[in-house]
């Protein structure tokens, strides 16, 4: 089973800017469609952004043109800079692929308060 470690998150005010980080235990990485997923609390888990084995991406609407998603498959990690944040971004965030593993990471935090 592919093991999954986010970093990156924390507390920023509002209109502030993470990078968050995921590591992938797997050395087939590279063939993975990759994901960010956030889950706030009393909300379902919903996904964020992707990114294909080959750099193709797509976004939330509600975050399109604010985040970014990207990867390096040498590295075995895919990264979300998150820019203009907003207070309703505040959420755990989760990487995975899609379709996603049945075990996940321990999740990183972001708030977004002033």
């Known amino acids: 089973q592919v093991q999954l470690v986010e970093s990156g998150g924390g507390l920023v005010q509002p209109g502030g800017s993470l990078r968050l980080s995921c590591a992938a235990s797997?050395?087939?990485?590279?063939?993975?469609?990759m994901g960010w997923y956030r889950q706030a609390p009393g909300k379902e888990r919903e996904l964020v952004a992707r990114i294909t084995s080959d750099g193709t991406t797509w976004y939330r609407n509600s975050v399109s043109g604010r985040f970014t998603i990207s990867r390096d498959n040498t590295k075995n990690t895919v990264y979300l800079q998150m820019n203009s944040l907003k207070p309703e971004d505040t959420a755990v965030y989760y990487c995975?692929?899609?379709?996603?593993?049945?075990?996940w990471g321990q999740g990183t935090q972001v708030t977004v308060s002033s």
């Open positions: 995975n692929r899609l379709p996603p593993f049945t075990s």
């Open positions: 797997a050395n087939i990485f590279s063939t993975y469609m």
